[in-house]
């Protein structure tokens, strides 16, 4: 008789159910996205500013490389979910530490610049973003499927979730805090040409320190409930995972929350910049503001979980988020009113962040419970293909906007419509999105009948 254990895996590495998740483990399961927005963050925030700004690539052709190159890149991830599953769970350990390098690497050749025509230049950025996309795939969809493994009661997850958003926030603030600065001093210089000598010095550093947190948060997560062997075909895994309604509605929750993220990130610079007129650097300031209060709002997320629930607090933090935009976008440019809102926003936000992967871990084990299919590889490939995707078209929608208000990078003044179309990307897309987000996660089911589901 099977007990379920993986049979690759030392004894360190299996704990029993019930023996949940200590303070050093969640401390490097943070790690893994600690690392993630280090590399994988960085080219939210600062890839579309480079191409346009940096390697002078035209605006209209980055919005078409943006939503190309992520919808053949989240292709690749139900195809990583699914080998997942065919090995029991045995894949998830070795695809992170042997993605752990190549995935530090091919983040620094996303910020390498390869000289030559535009066609070229396109070229080398489709390629470089593509294979970045692929390796993320295999590593993040792993990440995603150790969290199903490693806590296995919802508080132990609403905990774990948390440490893995204030890593997500920790990486996403020193991006904000670090990346200008440490670029114009590596590359001796503010200037484009500086610029373009210091992204990929950065980035060897950055990538660096990124491998090595994968290879830490492998080393010390534990596996406690390994999927029992249940091959299953790829058209039964997705019946199955179609009529998990919690699951489908936490995908679109994601969605949407994952196109907040992607206009706060990629827009910050020039929010700062055209509509608030300050510097370039301020972008970086603003990243900080929403990066700092999300950080302690994912603190704080624990105990107003455990008060209130996860779907109330979650609705709650998503309403506040789009008033707080709201007010921003009706005074355009003061800027103690877009301080004063984006804060609260980035509060409210990082006080929902982790629930999207808690409730996912759940909803996983509710699908399991009604139709006996275990698929946690292929449910969270799909989670990461779905906020790729989402990811992408923010980033497509954005990149229109900049070529809708005129923006040419070449041009020390700008056309007078510019700030209106940063504006409605940078808050009023957000503010919609939140909204949205608020109609469909009303159709989550309580807190009280998901756990008597999984039971």
């Not at 989240?74 to 080998?83: E, F, I, K, Q, S």
């Amino acid at each position: 008789m099977s007990s379920g254990i993986d049979p690759g895996a030392t004894t360190r590495q299996i704990a029993m159910p019930g023996d949940g998740p200590g303070f050093l483990e969640n401390l490097a399961y943070g790690a893994g996205d600690l690392s993630s927005n280090l590399l994988w963050g960085i080219s939210g925030s600062f890839l579309m500013y480079y191409y346009t700004d940096v390697y002078r690539l035209p605006v209209g052709a980055v919005a078409t490389l943006l939503l190309a190159v992520r919808v053949l890149d989240a292709l690749v991830d139900p195809l990583v979910g699914y080998a997942i599953d065919a090995s029991h769970g045995r894949l998830v350990r070795p695809l992170i530490r042997w993605l752990a390098i190549p995935f530090g690497g091919v983040a620094f050749l996303a910020f390498l610049p390869l000289p030559g025509s535009d066609a070229v230049k396109l070229g080398w950025a489709a390629a470089t973003y593509l294979v970045f996309g692929w390796v993320y795939a295999g590593i993040n969809t792993s990440y995603g499927a150790l969290g199903n493994m490693t806590a296995t009661t919802p508080q132990d997850r609403v905990v774990q979730g948390a440490f893995r958003m204030i890593g997500c926030q920790s990486g996403q603030l020193l991006i904000a805090v670090l990346t200008i600065p440490l670029v114009h001093r590596l590359g001796h210089g503010d200037t484009p040409n500086a610029e373009l000598a210091g992204f990929p010095r950065y980035m060897a550093l950055v990538g660096a320190v990124g491998a090595g947190l994968w290879l830490l948060t492998c080393r010390l997560c534990r596996i406690r409930i390994p999927p029992p062997p249940a091959p299953r075909s790829p058209g039964t895994i997705l019946a199955a995972l179609i009529r998990n309604r919690p699951w489908v509605v936490c995908n679109l929750g994601n969605a949407l929350n994952f196109t907040n993220i992607c206009a706060y990130a990629s827009f910050a610079i020039y929010y700062a910049r055209d509509v608030l007129h300050r510097g370039t650097a301020f972008g970086g300031t603003l990243l900080g503001i929403t990066t700092v209060t999300g950080i302690v709002g994912a603190m704080l997320t624990s105990p107003v979980a455990a008060r209130y629930g996860r779907k109330r607090t979650l609705i709650l933090s998503l309403g506040v988020e789009a008033c707080a935009l709201c007010v921003v976008a009706s005074r355009p440019g003061s800027l103690p009113v877009a301080l004063t809102g984006l804060a609260v926003a980035g509060l409210a936000s990082g006080l929902r962040s982790p629930f999207y992967f808690s409730m996912i871990s759940d909803a996983i084990d509710y699908g399991t419970a009604r139709t006996g299919v275990r698929c946690a590889g292929m449910a969270y490939a799909i989670n990461s293909m779905v906020t790729k995707i989402a990811f992408a078209a923010t980033g497509t929608l954005l990149a229109l906007f900049l070529a809708w208000g005129q923006y040419d990078p070449a041009r020390h003044t700008q056309s007078a419509a510019l700030g209106w179309w940063v504006n409605a990307g940078y808050v009023l897309l957000p503010a919609l999105s939140s909204s949205l987000a608020i109609a469909v996660m009303l159709f989550y089911p309580p807190d009280r009948a998901i756990e008597i589901a999984r039971h």
